[in-house]
């Protein structure tokens, strides 16, 4: 196998870390964003988050039940665990004028936390992708993956920007969380076998955190600001669009 194959996989990967952070460029238009808006703002980033889950554990299905679900289990767990660790010393953190107060700078880390475990499958992903040296199907994936990124940066920075954070910042968090791409697509590249063995494990456990971290975090911040049926509305409009993109886009499964 020629060496240089192995850059072309790390590049393909890097490519779509940087993709994630194009979500945070409708808010270099605009900073200000009311309370209400606020409530949106989680409202669609939950209905985003939500399908991106559908799509990760009905993948992870496919490949093996039971390890999906050990997979989901394992999100949730350490999801929790990162939040009562957070809240147990946060206020060791200074909010720097960053954040209004010590939930908002939990919550900005969960969510790049969960949006970074997240990045873990899809960067093996793009690397099995490429294990039988078959360049169009890790063409064609990583395009997916890149343009599938677009709107989970947008679902970080509908979380980060009406909390104070700057788009540019919110852009550098987005792309942050999706480093694992390029870190781990050529691991699963050289050794597509071993993580084809633990995929629906590393699929369950990116769907399982971002779920937790939808009901627990975003929706009760909606509910603070909208009434229930708008919240509901929004989440559907949200999910539906976005389980729809990703049909189009993604040919199969990663």
């Known amino acids: ?31 200000e964003i009311a309370a209400h808006w606020l409530g949106v703002a989680g409202a669609l980033a939950s209905g985003i988050m939500l399908a991106a889950s559908f799509s990760l554990l009905y993948a992870g ?12 289990v394992l999100g949730m767990v350490l999801v929790a665990a990162v939040d009562r660790l957070l809240a147990r010393y946060s206020a060791l953190v200074p909010g720097g004028g960053q954040f209004t107060n010590q939930t908002d700078w939990r919550q900005m880390l969960l969510i790049v936390v969960v949006m970074t475990v997240h990045s873990i ?11 039988k040296l078959e360049s169009t199907l890790g063409l064609v994936t990583t395009i997916a993956i890149a343009v599938h990124n677009i709107p989970e940066g947008l679902a970080i920075s509908l979380v980060l920007v009406p909390k104070g954070v700057s788009p540019w910042k919110a852009a550098g968090w987005s792309i942050v969380s999706s480093l694992p791409q390029p870190l781990l697509a050529v ?6 076998l071993a993580f084809k063995t ?6 369950g456990l990116a769907a399982g955190a971002m779920i937790w971290m939808i009901f627990a975090e975003l929706l009760t911040d909606a509910f603070d600001v909208l009434e229930k049926n708008r919240v509901g509305i929004l989440v559907v409009i949200a999910f539906t669009a976005m389980l729809v993109f990703q049909y189009l886009i993604m040919p199969a499964p990663f």
């Open 1 to 31: 196998m020629d060496s240089s194959y192995v850059v072309w996989v790390f590049l393909a990967a890097l490519v779509t870390a940087v993709a994630t952070g194009v979500g945070a460029l409708p808010f270099f238009f605009t900073r």
């Open 198 to 203: 633990f995929f629906p494990v590393g699929m």
């Open 187 to 192: 691991p699963a590249f050289l050794f597509v």
């Open 61 to 72: 299905l496919q490949s093996h039940i039971a390890l999906s679900l050990v997979g989901v």
């Open 121 to 131: 499958a899809e960067g093996v992903g793009i690397g099995v992708s490429f294990g």
